[in-house]
């Protein structure tokens, strides 16, 4: 059975030729979970973008590669075919449903906004009531407004509009972020129990590997617009083989993690404009050499049940072990 999102190559630019994602490539099954993690300005969120064919800036553009929903290539859609797209295949909820959620509208009106978009205007009304139960709010929810609902509940709220029109994939961009810890997992244990009630392929984009660790069933680790590392999320916490990854999950204040084998990570990520020579993470890595680290990209390559992009994978992984 094929994928239900299968991403290949993909690469987004800006006009200007400047890469914001370069040669990425992931895929999600239907009723999994994967989680794609990083730091701001990785290029999570422009990844996530990409799929929707749907950009911050009119700068960026899918620059190559293909994204690929049920086996169609979405890349060549034309805007009016993406517009179908939108809502009905792909449901999309945001980190601050503040920013997404109109002050002035019930949000019971915003939720039902996808069915008079797609033509399914009349069904609006039971459907909202059913979606606000399938989110844990009671039905009369629908008459409220942003302001008079919890951060928590909000994001419950488009969560229920993303489920509208029944998407086979929904993308989660650090849909916890905002949220303090309890109701965190609230949030998370929702996502849970929608993936396997409706078998929903779910990507879950975060810059917190505690988040994937209590969600995710494979992970794919992302630095300076490229996939570094990927494998299933209990490999990954066991032996990672990136110096990147092991630096992310120094920040785990976890007594079940090895923290004398860790360490922090030193910088920012680049600019997209100005990427270091050879591998991108060198200038931050305690483990780089002039040769080979400095001077040629490596390449992405499977090891074990994953991937790495490391010429010293190996020590990384030794230091862990």
Do not use: N
């Not at 449903?97 to 069915?115: H, M, N, W």
């Not at 920040?251 to 270091?276: D, H």
């Amino acid at each position: 059975m094929s994928p239900v999102l299968d991403i290949r190559g993909l690469r987004v630019a800006l006009r200007d030729g400047t890469r914001l994602v370069d040669d990425v490539s992931l895929h999600v099954d239907a009723g999994e979970i994967v989680g794609l993690v990083g730091e701001s300005g990785s290029g999570k969120s422009m990844t996530a973008y990409a799929a929707l064919g749907l950009f911050p800036t009119p700068h960026a553009r899918i620059a190559g590669g293909e994204i690929r929903l049920d086996g169609t290539d979405l890349a060549s859609l034309t805007p009016a075919a993406w517009r179908a797209v939108r809502g009905a295949r792909i449901g999309m909820v945001f980190q601050d449903p503040s920013s997404f959620l109109d002050p002035l509208l019930p949000v019971g009106r915003q939720i039902a906004e996808a069915f008079y978009a797609h033509g399914q205007g009349r069904e609006a009304p039971a459907r909202v009531s059913a979606l606000l139960e399938q989110v844990e709010l009671p039905a009369s929810a629908a008459a409220r407004y942003p302001h008079e609902l919890s951060g928590g509940q909000k994001q419950r709220v488009l969560i229920a509009a993303a489920l509208a029109m029944r998407p086979a994939l929904l993308i989660a961009d650090e849909p916890t972020t905002a949220l303090d810890v309890s109701v965190q997992a609230g949030i998370l244990d929702l996502l849970k129990r929608l993936r396997a009630d409706l078998g929903l392929a779910v990507l879950l984009i975060t810059h917190d590997l505690g988040v994937i660790a209590q969600t995710c069933s494979r992970v794919y680790v992302m630095y300076a617009g490229q996939i570094v590392e990927s494998a299933p999320t209990a490999a990954l916490f066991r032996a990672p083989r990136h110096p990147y990854t092991l630096g992310l999950l120094a920040s785990l204040l976890s007594p079940a993690v090895r923290q004398e084998a860790l360490f922090s990570i030193p910088g920012t990520v680049p600019p997209a404009r100005a990427m270091p020579d050879g591998c991108r993470f060198h200038p931050r890595c305690p483990l780089s050499l002039p040769d080979p680290c400095a001077a040629r990209p490596p390449p992405l390559r499977a090891h074990g049940p994953g991937e790495d992009r490391c010429w010293r994978a190996d020590e990384a992984a030794t230091a862990w072990a």
